[in-house]
């Protein structure tokens, strides 16, 4: 019996990344294969990826721009402009809200609800205030704050730690089988899976919401004719 859901945030309650990567692209010039090629050869170099040392709270978001804007020098032949990066991705994201009332939904019949999302901390304010986070979620554990990320086991086991703590009510340990898990990206709802944990991953609200609702046992929303 699932008695706790733990939710992604970016690309599930939220429009979809692409559209974020899209409009950096479009503004600056600098494509998403110029970039993957940059990055690529920095973790080469440097032994680690600069996005997930980013995302671990391993680099300031200051001292990755940098570093991506000094590989992408050469291959661009000119100085790229990396400055904005930050205003461009949160302009051309917005609350995904079917998805919202489905979380709110399952807060307000009783389950317990936690987000774990992979995110950048010079980021939070800006991705705290588009949602409503406190209202649903009781906890969030932050990639960036706690030096891990998906789809690393350790990360799934903090998330359940955390709620086991955080039990106001008394009502015991929570297992990985008494978890719903909902992610965009395969390879964290495979990781989540290989701990006992069920997972949906979200491709369309009108994919996920049914599969959500059917795990929870949440009804269908009223249509109005």
């Excluded at 495979?190 to 369309?204: D, K, M, N, P, Y």
């Amino acid at each position: 019996m699932i008695r706790a859901v733990i939710c992604d945030f970016g690309g599930v309650l939220t429009t979809p990344l692409l559209q974020s990567f899209m409009a950096f692209q479009d503004q600056t010039g600098i494509t998403g294969e110029s970039l993957g090629r940059a990055m690529a050869r920095i973790t080469e170099r440097d032994g680690a990826h600069p996005l997930y040392e980013l995302e671990k709270g391993n680099m300031t978001e200051a001292d990755y721009l940098a570093k991506v804007r000094d590989e992408l020098r050469e291959e661009l032949d000119h100085e790229p402009q990396m400055v904005s990066f930050r205003e461009i991705f949160f302009a051309a994201l917005d609350p995904n809200e079917a998805m919202i009332d489905v979380m709110r939904q399952a807060k307000a019949d009783g389950y317990r609800m936690a987000m774990l999302t992979n995110n950048v901390r010079e980021w939070e304010p800006l991705w705290r205030s588009m949602l409503p986070v406190d209202e649903i979620f009781e906890l969030v554990v932050d990639s960036a704050f706690v030096g891990m990320r998906k789809p690393q086991p350790e990360i799934y086991e903090l998330t359940l730690e955390r709620l086991r703590a955080h039990d106001p009510e008394g009502l015991g340990d929570l297992g990985f089988g008494e978890c719903l898990f909902v992610d965009d990206f395969e390879v964290n709802c495979e990781a989540a899976r290989a701990l006992g944990i069920e997972a949906v991953q979200f491709h369309s609200n009108e994919q996920a919401l049914p599969e959500i609702r059917s795990a929870l046992g949440l009804p269908e929303p009223t249509v109005v004719e």
